[in-house]
């Protein structure tokens, strides 16, 4: 374990001895109300059963999946405006795990013959934190937390993979202003989809802002600044800073129709030991309606690049930003434009959603390739959901080299949480 982890877990596990010991050390119906707060809590119980097909005209073979993720929680009640949480999760191939490549990273089996489905089999303790809810409008965590920020672009917990993206972290958020929601982090270590183990973490020092005002009534506004500074040698060069303006909302135009909007622009530049070249633009526009039980939308986003490097952003949910196939999990140099249509809708309970995504560089002339995106999802009562889900992504010949070609991904996918 990381010096900086091992501080956050030293700091929740004192505080939580120093709290039982006090109630342990005061009145009997102190102790009680301990024993009531760490019994009287609630179970969480989240599974998820998955197969995933791969087929990758870069790779030698095409890849297959079949993974069961399980994860046990149980948060406490509340004493003396103390609560916590503590999270068990497995990730298991059923069958044999010699049929993918889950990477070389963290827990992954390097079986690099084969396409890959970032899915590596391990256990461990996914989330554990200690909360103070004492001060007015404030919420205070320490510990092993899920971090999701706005629509996960910057700042998410990757949650479609297997094993989610989890933060070693002192969190705080504020309600006190009217319509305002303000949050911090200092992060000191992310648990990335692969496991601990060689390059499977990052170890780092950042801070994380993002105030949200959503007193306008036809939208909200977000800005945000986050400075990410990584520790390793091996990952210095990606300390970044990113600062940012969002805005996101709908207005009801009579007639059974609602217009949809979002518009952002952040601007990337290097911070404390990275690489002094960074200096990025991002920009998304999107716009649409929603109508007779239909949303379309159009999107544009611009990922700025000089063709030696480009805006990254490497603790985002990077699987639902551009496209399902995930050709773009770092931003070529040559930086990213992506067009995107997309159509949903519900018939008989089952929502239904269709994407189309052109990409460009944003720097030359370079065409990409084409994706498309399909997904249909239902629920069973509270607890049950199913779901289908294609990606294919035609690339173009000016971007084919040995090791990127087409690339096509099926998934089936059943869950239970309560």
């Not at 956050?8 to 102190?30: C, D, E, H, R, V």
């Not at 544009?300 to 030696?308: A, H, I, P, T």
């Not at 999990?329 to 997309?342: A, V, Y």
């Amino acid at each position: 374990m990381l010096p900086k982890q091992k501080g956050l877990l030293s700091l929740s596990i004192a505080a939580a001895l120093s709290l039982s010991g006090f109630a342990l050390s005061t009145t009997p119906a102190s102790a009680d109300a301990f024993t009531d707060a760490l019994t009287g809590g609630k179970a969480k119980m989240d599974v998820r059963l998955r197969y995933e097909d791969v087929s990758d005209d870069s790779t030698n073979k095409d890849a297959d999946a079949t993974t069961l993720r399980t994860r046990l929680g149980y948060k406490t009640g509340s004493f003396m405006d103390f609560d916590a949480y503590v999270e068990a999760e497995n990730v298991v191939a059923l069958g044999s795990d010699n049929d993918y490549n889950s990477t070389a990273n963290g827990w992954g089996n390097n079986n690099a013959g084969y396409a890959v489905i970032a899915d590596p089999e391990g256990t461990e303790i996914n989330r554990y934190w200690l909360g103070y809810n004492g001060l007015a409008d404030t919420v205070v965590r320490v510990g092993r937390q899920r971090i999701k920020l706005d629509n996960d672009r910057f700042i998410g917990n990757v949650g479609w993979r297997q094993n989610e993206q989890t933060y070693d972290s002192f969190t705080l958020t504020n309600k006190s202003l009217p319509d305002t929601t303000a949050f911090y982090a200092y992060i000191a270590n992310v648990n990335r989809i692969f496991g601990n183990g060689t390059n499977g973490d990052y170890d780092m020092g950042s801070h994380l802002i993002n105030v949200r005002y959503e007193g306008f009534g036809f939208g909200k506004i977000t800005a945000y600044g986050y400075f990410l500074d990584f520790d390793k040698p091996s990952q210095q060069a990606m300390s970044q800073q990113t600062l940012g303006l969002r805005f996101k909302g709908a207005t009801d135009v009579g007639g059974g129709v609602k217009l949809l909007y979002t518009a952002e622009y952040a601007q990337q530049d290097d911070y404390k030991d990275g690489a002094n070249t960074i200096d990025y633009d991002y920009g998304l526009l999107k716009l649409g309606a929603s109508f007779a039980g239909f949303t379309v939308e159009a999107g544009y986003e611009e990922l700025e690049g000089d063709n030696s490097g480009a805006f990254q952003t490497p603790l985002a949910t990077l699987h639902g930003q551009n496209g399902w196939a995930d050709m773009f999990l770092t931003t070529p140099n040559g930086g990213l434009e992506d067009m995107s249509l997309s159509l949903c809708t519900k018939v008989g309970g089952v929502k239904l959603k269709a994407i189309y995504h052109d990409y460009e560089a944003e720097s030359g002339s370079t065409d990409y390739g084409d994706e498309w995106n399909l997904v249909a999802v239902t629920k069973f009562g509270k607890h049950y959901t199913v779901l289908a889900k294609y990606a294919a992504f035609d690339i173009d010949n000016d971007w084919k080299t040995s090791t990127r070609d087409d690339r096509d991904k099926f998934w089936l996918q059943a869950g239970f949480k309560f």
